[in-house]
């Protein structure tokens, strides 16, 4: 599965950024998706959550601010980034959990991570 993540840059503290997050490959569909986010010095953090049946979970420092929709038809994942903060800046990463059918057809699972898409929020 290759993910390809897209809508990261510089934005001022307060403005609004969108993130995509695109699957490719061979799967029969997603289970979960999710965004995770690494700033310098620090442990990669959840951010948000969706799974396949919608139901959805945020990190404590981005409940209420940002919200993350997926759109099964086009295997793509968004953040939507409102309110933005100093503290939000950092490397964010996408990661899914897909479900497909290994070499005797029986279904199996396969998790894979996205390169990561750099965000800035300046102050």
């Known amino acids: 599965v290759q993910l390809q993540a897209s809508g990261g840059g510089l934005v001022q503290a307060g403005g609004s950024l969108q993130l995509s997050c695109a699957a490719s490959?061979?799967?029969?569909?997603?289970?979960?998706m999710s965004w995770y986010r690494q700033a310098p010095g620090t442990q990669r953090e959840l951010v948000a959550g969706i799974t396949r049946e919608g139901t959805i979970n945020y990190g404590d420092s981005v409940e209420g601010r940002f919200t993350i929709s997926r759109d099964d038809f086009k295997n793509t994942m968004y953040l939507q980034m409102d309110s933005l903060k100093s503290d939000d800046t950092a490397i964010y990463y996408c990661?899914?959990?897909?479900?497909?059918?290994?070499?005797?057809?029986?279904?199996?699972?396969?998790?894979?991570w996205g390169k990561g898409t750099q965000v800035t929020v300046s102050s």
């Open positions: 990661y899914v959990e897909v479900y497909y059918s290994d070499v005797r057809g029986d279904p199996a699972e396969l998790t894979s």
């Open positions: 490959g061979t799967f029969v569909s997603i289970k979960f």
